[in-house]
Every structure is written in structure tokens, then in C-alpha cells.
């Protein structure tokens, strides 16, 4: 049964600062991987999404990362600001048809 | 329309009543998925649909909780005999096609009291 956890639960860093969000998962063996940014009180907002075949994404200041062998995605975001506060969402597919499987999230406070 | 929308994003109820949560997907797009999510916790799996037809119904916690998506756009999340414990937030989530992009609603809270 596939897992994907995230850790640091939580994490606070300094305004400008670059920083790695980071996400694993227990089989290798998925279809794409897809990172997520949820405001308090939001609904999610897709950031990236990496295919199977792929090893990074990037969009803007986010680069994601995929490394299926060690079952493992990072997210980087460069420059960091405090509007990039919120909690981020690590989801994995594991198969075309399957239902997708979150983490519980890295809940990101930037300082300003 | 030009982005999922959940209705209503606020319901208040008391325990046993029988409560209706609507999802109006992206047009176009054939995928529909629900979640639920608690506080500090990730989306938790629920359903999703393939056009019309539940293609998996895995995550439905009991058969209290029931889903239709009649002409393969919008979908009604129907939630009998309401207990405390289904209190939550309940996002609703669509894609282009099964393995696409998923774009989430702002989520349907709901409260049992």
C-alpha cells in the first residue's frame, strides 16, 4: 500500500531564504507526482506536476524534483517571501487509474 | 466555468440529518474526485468518477455516504443520519482526463453538531 509523508511538519525560515520542501513515498513504482500549495481556510492550488518519466519541473521561483528509486521529491523554492506562507501538499498516483494518495503536508512560515 | 466550485462552502447541521455537498467540475473535464479533509491533516480519499460511473468508491467510509455524478458533470456528495465524527472539510477536485492535472474547490465545510 502506498504511503507519501512529509516531513518537516512544519517549518520557519527567513524572508529571501532558499529552502527544500521534502516528500517520500514506500513504492517506486508511480504514475506522476504532483505538488500542491493550500492557503488556511483554501482549497488546494497545483503547483507542479512531474510524470513518471520525468526528473524535474519547474515554474517560476518552484523546481520539483522526482527520484522514483529512493522514492523520494523534493520541492525548491528559490528567494523565498512571505507570501509563500502556507501548508504544501506532496500527492502521488500510483497507477493511471488509481485514486491519488496525499501526505499530510509541511506547513511553511516564511519570516519577514 | 473557470474553476471548480464547491456549494454550499458553509453547512452547519445537527447529528441524523441527511446533508447534500455539490461539486460543479471545470467544463470538460471527464474526472471527478472527492476528498476529506480534517484539520492538519492531508486529503483523504473518498471517490472518483471516470464521466458517469464511479471508477473507484474504495474511500467511502460507510454506507452512509453516497455519491452521483448523473450526466457526467456535476456531482452530489450525500451524507446520511450525519454523526460528529463526519465533520470536515469535503473538497472536490476535477481533471481534464484520469491521469491529469487535478484542480481543487475551495472545499465544503461541514459542521455536525
Known amino acids: 500500500k502506498q504511503e507519501v509523508t512529509q516531513i518537516p511538519a512544519a517549518l520557519s525560515v527567513p524572508e529571501g531564504e532558499n529552502l527544500v520542501l521534502n516528500c517520500s513515498f514506500t513504492d517506486s513504482a508511480i504514475y506522476n507526482l504532483q505538488w500542491f500549495r493550500q492557503d488556511p481556510g483554501k482549497g488546494l492550488t497545483s503547483l507542479l506536476l512531474i510524470q513518471s518519466s520525468q526528473r524535474e519541473q519547474t515554474s517560476g521561483r518552484l523546481n520539483a524534483s522526482l527520484d522514483k528509486s529512493s522514492g523520494r521529491s523534493t520541492l525548491y523554492i528559490a528567494a523565498s517571501q512571505p507570501g509563500d506562507s502556507a501548508t504544501y501538499l506532496c500527492?502521488?498516483?500510483?497507477?493511471?487509474?488509481?485514486?491519488?494518495?496525499f501526505g499530510k503536508g509541511t506547513r511553511l512560515h516564511i519570516l519577514p | 466555468g473557470a474553476g471548480v466550485s464547491q456549494t454550499p462552502s458553509n453547512k452547519v447541521t445537527e447529528k441524523g440529518k441527511y446533508v447534500e455537498l455539490r461539486c460543479d467540475p471545470i467544463?470538460?473535464?471527464?474526472?471527478l474526485y472527492w476528498y476529506r479533509q480534517s484539520l492538519g491533516q492531508g486529503p483523504e480519499f473518498l471517490i472518483y468518477?471516470?464521466?458517469?460511473?464511479?471508477?473507484?468508491d474504495s474511500g467511502l467510509p460507510n454506507d452512509r455516504f453516497f455519491a452521483v455524478r448523473p450526466e457526467g458533470s456535476v456531482s452530489t456528495l450525500k451524507i446520511q443520519r450525519t454523526e460528529r465524527g463526519d465533520s470536515a472539510v469535503y473538497l472536490c477536485?476535477?481533471?481534464?482526463?484520469?491521469?491529469?492535472?487535478?484542480?481543487f474547490g475551495e472545499g465544503s465545510r461541514l459542521t455536525v453538531l
Open positions: 500527492a502521488v498516483r500510483p497507477n493511471r487509474d488509481d485514486k491519488i494518495i
Open positions: 468518477f471516470q464521466g458517469t460511473g464511479a471508477a473507484d
Open positions: 467544463s470538460g473535464h471527464t474526472a
Open positions: 477536485a476535477s481533471s481534464f482526463s484520469v491521469t491529469g492535472e487535478l484542480f
